[in-house]
């Protein structure tokens, strides 16, 4: 039986606040770890749990891995701190082998690692503080974008290991500490940490446009949500610049994922209103936090967004006395696709299914009158169904495109919302 152990500091932020200690185990095959909370923190005034599933105190917290669910071998707030399938990817590339969990933690760079979690090898230096490393600005995009071409052009040709190895690490080092499945970078927006949301070689709509256009209605609609806009617009492979929320100036803002809020297991259907019960425990100003996670349903009912799982939410923390704030909204996409399932359900009467009429019949769970609910659904129906069209042209988007795109905002949960706007009494002939 063979056994490698590998000891972390886990400090916060830019003071490198102590938290705790991250022993992760490899053996035979199987990870696992444990974190212990440093005494220094748990007696320092202002201490918080990193996770409302890792509470405060002395013991160890045990994280098992398994075949299905590699990712369990971390706890959640750590895992949230790693990059996600594309950084992955180019990790792989980078190294010549699948990374493991520990391999994504120890590579992932220290400056623009998510979060405020950082981690400290056992000469109490962060770890992965490559030399050299710089982030791109304005002036790199066009070059950038041909380079992550390229670089998605060699994966999908199957020809593994062809790339030159100065290529794959310009490629990693600038790309490898981020999540989601498209090609994106970090971006230094004239001191801003941001990212780079890339037009990928598999695109066959204007997905980048198509983004930046919907956070901008998300935002009529009264939902908060992250800053975006596009570079080289009138190219045919724009760059959405997304300003990074968990940094204020050069302050890191600890963050974690819904998925790690819920302690949730990334198999199963989760809910809205799952969301909505802890918000109520450690949300600060709770209802104002209910009624914006109520507009957050609604519009990806509205519009046909089915990439709403829980990691496309998010929480920062606020303090003190383990007090949470969402995240604003990010990776918000139109589906114009057939079905109108959700990743993140309504709640567990409505499953799946994206239902403007079962977000509406469940505004009192949101501390919202349902009269007022079916109020809110209208106001925004109406916003989208006449701004739309504005913001799709306003991000360079061409007729075909609009409606290549008008299934997502034309259908039977939009129609349902205008109806009760209007307040009839008799339900309208709704198309499918």
Known sequence: MTTQKTRLQVVLGDALLPVGELLYIKENQRDRSIFTYSREWLSMPGCFELEPSLPLNEFPHHFIG??????????????????????????????GYPPSELDCLVNTHDTTRIGALRFLDNEGKPVAQKTGHTIPRLNSLKELQRLHRAYESKCSSDSEGSDPENFIKHIFCVSSSLGGARPKSDFDDIGVLAIAKYTSVHDVSPVVRAEVATLNIARLCGVRVATARLELMGTDHPVAIIKRFDRQEDKRIHYISAQSFLKADHR????????????RIYGVDPLNQLRELYRRALFD???????????????????????????????????????HG????????????????????????????EDEGAKIAGTMATIISSSWHHQFRQQGMTSADLKAYSPAFDHKEMQYALYRAEARITPPIMKP
């Open 268 to 279: 199963n259907l989760h809910y809205y209103t799952e969301i909505a019960d802890l918000i």
């Open 301 to 339: 009912c509205l519009i046909k967004n089915k990439d709403n799982h829980l990691r496309n939410h998010g929480f920062v923390y606020t303090g003190p006395g383990n007090k949470w704030q969402l995240s604003p909204a990010f990776d918000i996409n139109p589906d114009p696709t057939k079905g």
């Open 66 to 95: 398994t075949r299905d669910n590699i990712r369990a071998s971390l706890p959640p707030c750590v895992s949230d701190s790693l990059p996600d399938r594309w950084g992955r990817g180019v990790l792989q590339r980078f190294l």
């Open 342 to 369: 959700l990743q993140t359900g309504i709640s567990n009467l409505s499953g799946a299914e994206g239902s403007t009429e079962a977000a509406i019949q469940m505004a009192p769970y949101f501390e919202i009158a």
